[in-house]
């Protein structure tokens, strides 16, 4: 059984490492580190927000003292409500990440359902996220169905 826990602020570095081995392997993006120095003290901040729309559960990892073995970070959007979700809270799931030697054990299953009862306390009546096709499996198999998507992105 892993033993998820809500990350800390002290914990900021290593949530950052496995953010990185996430965009690694999904995005064909620039692999600097560069950018964790100027990411790492809001991050920190953020983590150390008991009550916030922010949250990120992990699983310490089993043979590395200090390391995280798995990874999952989440936010609660509000969004006006509508016909079936009044309250118009949506739970977003995001950086879902596991150290490369620390896959198949069901350390991201544990964090993502952690996470998702965690939206349900708030309010959230629906979750959103985007899938890997590697990760999709696992979603599916938590209820996430795919939807027509008709996102815009700009960027500022």
């Not at 920190?44 to 927000?49: K, V």
């Not at 990874?71 to 509508?82: E, Q, W």
């Not at 995001?94 to 939206?119: K, M, N, Q």
Request: contains cysteine; aromatic residues 8%.
């Amino acid at each position: 059984m892993s033993v998820v826990r809500r990350a800390l602020p002290e914990d900021a570095e290593e949530v950052l490492r496995l953010r990185q081995v996430m965009i690694d392997s999904v995005f064909a993006t620039d692999p600097s580190i560069a950018w964790h120095g100027d990411s790492l003290p809001t991050l920190r901040s953020r983590l150390g927000e008991p009550e916030g729309d922010f949250v990120a559960f992990v699983v310490d990892h089993p043979e590395r003292p200090g390391a995280l073995a798995s990874l999952v970070a989440g936010t609660i959007d509000y969004r006006i409500g509508k016909p079936g979700d009044p309250q118009g809270m949506v739970g977003f799931v995001f950086s879902v990440a596991t150290d490369p030697d620390a896959r198949r054990r069901g350390y991201a299953r544990a964090c993502t359902t952690t996470l998702l009862e965690w939206f349900r306390e708030r309010g959230a009546r629906r979750v959103q996220l985007t899938a890997s096709p590697e990760a999709e499996p696992l979603y599916v198999s938590l209820g996430f169905r795919p939807k027509p998507n008709p996102l815009l992105e700009l960027t500022l």
